[in-house]
């Protein structure tokens, strides 16, 4: 299957977003893993590693691997092997290329700081600014707001910030299978510097990438999927993202395909900038059965973003000004992967990330069947559930999680509307009679100008506040009596709607607890924006519980 083989060719780049040693780990582990042809007991036996340490160190490869890189997808903190150097380097001496690719990694893999990925500095380190000389935040900002000028998307770049004694230049590593022989070359005066525009990062993979989808064109289902294959193609073949973004508004039109895809720059959470996209490669099978039963709620979607808290009057047939006149029903299917490389598993995925597209041309959701049901796992450990309510906490977990995600997905990020100049003088609402805000309950005052964009707007704060805003509305439907009855639970079934809706509180909870553990608490700063968002329903819990004295449901 040529587009699975896609979505693994994509590994090495998103290695190479995480840390500048990750290929070179990534290598070594599979060196080791050749040399013993997969036999890890071989050397144990011929005394290159204890057995204690090889388990060890095996614990470390399986939890590299699963990362895609030696710092955790969700958290971002860097992770170290649990085996002493000396004991590497006996591993290393088992060939010439394991002694060369350790002597790369021997001091990196095992020391701190950086202790995590955030702005470069002594404690912290980012791939998506690499290079000796260590970027400030102020000259992200610079050269990120020239490049907005210049209409030239963040998403698939990098910085690298080259000193001189004369002078400072940042070159922009745009990625693309194709080099510039004469790369952009702009001034930035507030900087004193200079910008210089380079193709060419991740050529290699990109280039295999390219020859997959190539071969993946022949088993297009259609002229759509042939057209955004095409699309991807000559994106990643020039580095062009306003190529890509017609690929987004082509792959919407693909309604509800036997074999799904995602591929791009595509998730932000892991540049501390919060506009910088790790690649990522999806590919899966649709379940139609789930989908049926999904459809029935896209079907009935209007009838609940006229309860959302900001609709509140009669306008624009009761969904209020802050929601498109029509919603559309987006596509909505359940779906198995087949391969899904990314740092982070998402049991969920609301797809195109640009506002502009979802505005006009709608969005897909999807659910990820098989990753979904791990979370009905009960050998998974709830160690903040009362002992007294684990049975029924566990019992009805999995059905409060799984419809959970789908209103996150399908009304949390599918509702709403950008309040947006739109073209030279033209507003997509009444500028002379604006919208009240639901906050102030006074007419807004600002709105996006035009070329601004979301993420260029809120920075690293985009994807928290975005997810934020999911998360609540999933939760707040999640009570509602109705849309529960629709999806088939009352006061009559084994388990109850009311079990579903305290559930969900419980789970609003605990995951607000264990969010703590993505807190650099020295750094004042979180490592994942899903991690952000879960702890602030906690601590308004506290804050209720303090004022109301809330109980448990007995």
């Known amino acids: 299957m040529p587009i699975i083989w896609h979505a693994w060719h994509g590994a090495r780049i998103i290695l190479r977003q995480v840390s500048p040693e990750s290929i070179d780990i990534f290598d070594f582990i599979l060196e080791l893993y050749w040399s013993c042809s997969g036999n890890w007991d071989v050397l144990v036996a011929e005394k290159f590693i204890s057995q204690e340490d090889c388990d060890a160190f095996l614990d470390y490869a399986a939890t590299f691997l699963s990362n895609i890189g030696n710092y955790y997808g969700s958290g971002d903190q860097k992770f170290l092997p649990s085996v002493s150097s000396a004991a590497l380097t006996r591993l290393s001496k088992k060939s010439p290329k394991l002694e060369y690719l350790y002597g790369k990694i021997s001091t ?180 139609l059965e789930e989908t049926s039963n999904l459809t029935k709620l896209v079907e009935s979607s209007s009838i609940f973003i006229k309860k959302l808290p900001w609709a509140g009057n009669d306008e624009n047939d009761g969904k209020g000004p802050f929601e498109k006149a029509l919603f559309e029903p987006p596509d909505f299917t359940s779906i198995h992967s087949l391969a899904y490389c990314s740092s982070i598993i998402f049991p969920g995925i609301n797809l195109p990330n640009y506002n502009d597209i979802r505005d006009e041309f709608g969005f897909k959701n999807v659910i990820i069947a098989n990753r979904m049901s791990a979370e009905g796992n009960k050998a998974h450990r709830s160690p903040f559930i009362d002992p007294a309510e684990l049975d029924s906490f566990q019992r009805a977990k999995y059905p409060a999680y799984y419809w959970w995600v789908v209103l996150h997905e399908l009304l949390g990020h599918g509702t709403g509307r950008m309040m947006a100049e739109e073209s030279e003088g033209k507003f997509n609402f009444d500028i002379h009679n604006p919208p009240v805000s639901p906050l102030s309950g006074k007419p807004i005052t600002t709105w996006y100008k035009l070329g601004q964009t979301w993420t260029g707007q809120f920075g690293d704060l985009a994807t928290t506040v975005d997810e934020c805003r999911a998360e609540l509305v999933g939760a707040y439907l999640m009570d509602d009596v109705e849309l529960l009855e629709l999806l088939g639970y009352d006061e009559n079934s084994e388990i109850t709607a009311a079990d579903l809706t305290y559930n969900i509180y419980l789970q609003l909870g605990t995951d607000g607890l264990r969010g703590l553990a993505n807190f650099n608490v020295e750094h004042k700063k979180w490592g994942q924006a899903h991690s952000r968002v879960r702890y602030t329903p906690m601590t308004t819990f506290q804050t209720m519980a303090d004022d109301h004295r809330l109980t448990s449901r007995s």
Not at 118 to 123: I, N, R
Not at 163 to 176: D, G, I, N, Q, Y
Request: glycine residues 6%; contains cysteine.
């Open 108 to 287: 990196t893999i095992t020391t701190v700081p950086p202790y995590g990925l955030g702005f470069p500095s002594d404690t912290a380190q980012s791939a998506y600014y690499p290079g000796e000389s260590i970027i400030t935040r102020d000259e992200i900002s610079a050269v990120s707001r020239l490049l907005e000028k210049h209409s030239i998307f963040p998403e698939n770049t990098r910085i690298q910030k080259v000193s001189s004694p004369k002078a400072h230049t940042f070159e922009v590593l745009r990625a693309s299978v194709e080099h510039d022989a004469e790369p952009s070359v702009i001034g930035i005066p507030s900087l004193g510097a200079t910008m210089k525009v380079k193709g060419g990062d991740h050529s290699g993979e990109l280039t295999r990438i390219c020859a997959s989808l190539s071969e993946a064109k022949k088993y297009a289902a259609n002229e759509k999927q042939e057209q955004f294959l095409s699309q991807y193609i000559e994106s990643f073949r020039t580095g062009d993202l306003e190529v890509y973004r017609n690929s987004q508004r082509t792959w919407i039109t693909d309604k509800s395909p036997h074999v799904e895809n995602i591929f791009g720059f595509v998730e932000p959470y892991r540049d501390p900038y919060g506009i910088r996209a790790e690649f990522e490669g999806l590919v899966a099978i649709m379940d």
